[in-house]
T-cell receptor, first 113, second 112 residues
Framework: DAGVTQSPTHLIKTRGQQVTLRCSPK?????VSWYQQALGQGPQFIFQ???????QRGNFPDRFSGHQFPNYSSELNVNALLLGDSALYLC????????????FGQGTRLTVV | KQEVTQIPAALSVPEGENLVLNCSFT??????LQWFRQDPGKGLTSLLL?????REQTSGRLNASLDKSSGRSTLYIAASQPGDSATYLC???????????FGKGTRLHILP
């Protein structure tokens, strides 16, 4: 079992550009959540996908959007990048019921210049 | 609003000492609480998961306790080693919306 895999591992973008990050959940998991972790902070919840729909959303602007595919993999898209979007983006997967452990990927380090 | 607070923010101790990291949370309606380890620039490694009905979990030199009524958890690390140096994050999985809420972490440095 490969666990949760994210790609790419590192990314450098210019202000105003758009970026897509990808996540493959752990085998048997159907729920994917995305988190943003700024330097020195704890991860902040962006949104959660289940059954190919956004189910929950944190306090992030509409520039942040996502998608979940039938195989449960997910994408995070960020439009009109700002310098403040520079962060580690983490993907977590879990089965639908909330009583089990969430598994995190190694993250994508996004740098906006 | 669920808030998770971790104390201390940073800690340096000599190798071999036992230590305790603290986590407090404001809303006791949680599914579970997880402790994670994060090395610089890396993702999260799950250390221990405590279900809301449990009081503690142990893995090797690590022991985590949960007191849901008081909104507190502790992570006890026995016989600390330089390899334990990392940031330790506490997170609760909220019952009402299934969100995981993190603290800001404790940066631990074990001195050889």
């Amino acid at each position: 079992d490969a666990g949760v895999t994210q790609s790419p591992t590192h990314l450098i973008k210019t202000r105003g550009q758009q970026v897509t990050l990808r996540c493959s959940p752990k085998s048997g998991h159907d729920t994917v959540s995305w988190y943003q972790q700024a330097l020195g902070q704890g991860p902040q919840f962006i949104f959660q996908y289940y059954e190919e729909e956004e189910r929950q959303r944190g306090n992030f602007p509409d520039r942040f959007s996502g998608h979940q595919f039938p195989n449960y993999s997910s994408e995070l898209n960020v439009n009109a990048l700002l310098l403040g979007d520079s962060a580690l983006y983490l993907c977590a997967s879990s089965p639908r019921t909330g009583i089990t452990e969430a598994f995190f990927g190694q993250g994508t380090r996004l740098t906006v210049v | 609003k669920q808030e998770v607070t971790q104390i201390p923010a940073a800690l340096s101790v000599p190798e071999g000492e036992n230590l305790v990291l603290n986590c407090s949370f404001t809303d006791s309606a949680i599914y579970n609480l997880q402790w994670f380890r994060q090395d610089p620039g890396k993702g999260l490694t799950s250390l221990l998961l405590i279900q809301s009905s449990q009081r503690e979990q142990t893995s090797g030199r690590l022991n985590a306790s949960l007191d849901k009524s008081s909104g507190r958890s502790t992570l006890y690390i026995a016989a600390s080693q330089p390899g334990d140096s990392a940031t330790y994050l506490c997170a609760v999985r909220r019952w009402r919306d299934d969100k995981i809420i993190f603290g800001k972490g404790t940066r631990l440095h074990i001195l050889p």
